[in-house]
C-alpha cells in the first residue's frame, strides 16, 4: 500500500514538473513569436497564469521566477549581447501576477456561472495590470540606473524614449506607455490561459476517469 502511495506521488510529482517545463517553454516561443511579429504586447505568461490555474501557486512562482533570467540569455543570444542581469529582474512582475490570479482563483468560486467566469477573469486582468505596470515602472526608475542604458528589448521601450524626451519625468515615462499595452496584453493573455486551463482539465479528467476505470 506504501509502495503504491509512493509510486503515485512520484508520478504526480514528474507530472507536474513536466507541465511546469512545458508551460516554461510554451511561454518563450509565444513571446518570441510576439517579438518576431512586431506585437506591441508580451504574450508572456499565458502558460504560467494557466498553469497557476491548474496546479496553484507554487507552480506557477517558479515557472515566472525563471522565465525572465532564461528569456533574457535566448534573447541576448540572438543579438549578440552580453547577459543583461536588469532583465531578469522582471521576472518579480511575473511573481505579482501570480500571486494575484492564485488569490482570486484559489476557491475557483468564479466559476459558478459564465458571467461570473468572465466577470472575475476580467478583474483579474485589471488586478495584474496594475500591478506589472506599477512594478515595472517602478524597476525601470529607481533599480535600472544601476544597472546602466536599457537592453531594448521590451516593446514598451521606445515609447518611454519619447516620453522622456518630453520631460515627463522618469517614471511617468516608463508608466504612461505600458498602460495601454500591459492591459490589452493582461487581457489576452488571462482569457487565453483560462480556456488551456480548461482544456488541461478536461484532459486529465478524462484520463484519469479512463485509468479508473481500466483499474
Keep these: 500500500m506504501n509502495k503504491e502511495i509512493t509510486k503515485s506521488n512520484s508520478t504526480k510529482i514528474f507530472r507536474l514538473f513536466f507541465i511546469s517545463l512545458a508551460a516554461l517553454l510554451l511561454n518563450i516561443i509565444t513571446a518570441l513569436l510576439a517579438l518576431k511579429l512586431n506585437l506591441i504586447i508580451f504574450l508572456d505568461t499565458v502558460f504560467t497564469v494557466a498553469l497557476t490555474f491548474y496546479a496553484g501557486l ?8 525563471f522565465y525572465n533570467p532564461i528569456m533574457t540569455e535566448i534573447l541576448c543570444l540572438i543579438h549578440g549581447k552580453s ?12 511573481m505579482l501576477i501570480v500571486l494575484i490570479t492564485w488569490a482570486f482563483n484559489r476557491k475557483r468560486i468564479f466559476e459558478e456561472s459564465r458571467t461570473i ?3 472575475y477573469l476580467i478583474i483579474i ?16 526608475t529607481f533599480v535600472r ?6 537592453s531594448g528589448f521590451g516593446p514598451t521601450d521606445t515609447f518611454s524614449y519619447s516620453f522622456t524626451s518630453l520631460n515627463f519625468g522618469d517614471f511617468l ?10 492591459f490589452l496584453d493582461r487581457l489576452i493573455s488571462t482569457f487565453a490561459a483560462y480556456s488551456i486551463y480548461k482544456l488541461m482539465y478536461k ?13
Design 203 to 215: 484532459f486529465t479528467a478524462k484520463k484519469e476517469l479512463s485509468a479508473r476505470l481500466e483499474s
Design 145 to 150: 540606473p544601476l544597472f546602466g542604458p536599457a
Design 125 to 140: 486582468s485589471f488586478a495584474t495590470a496594475i500591478a506589472s505596470c506599477l512594478c515595472a515602472s517602478l524597476l525601470d
Design 173 to 182: 515615462a516608463y508608466l504612461l506607455p505600458r498602460i495601454p499595452l500591459t
Design 83 to 94: 547577459f543583461f542581469i536588469y532583465d531578469g529582474l522582471y521576472c518579480i512582475c511575473g
Design 58 to 65: 507554487i507552480p506557477g512562482l517558479l515557472a515566472a521566477l
Design 117 to 119: 467566469t468572465i466577470f
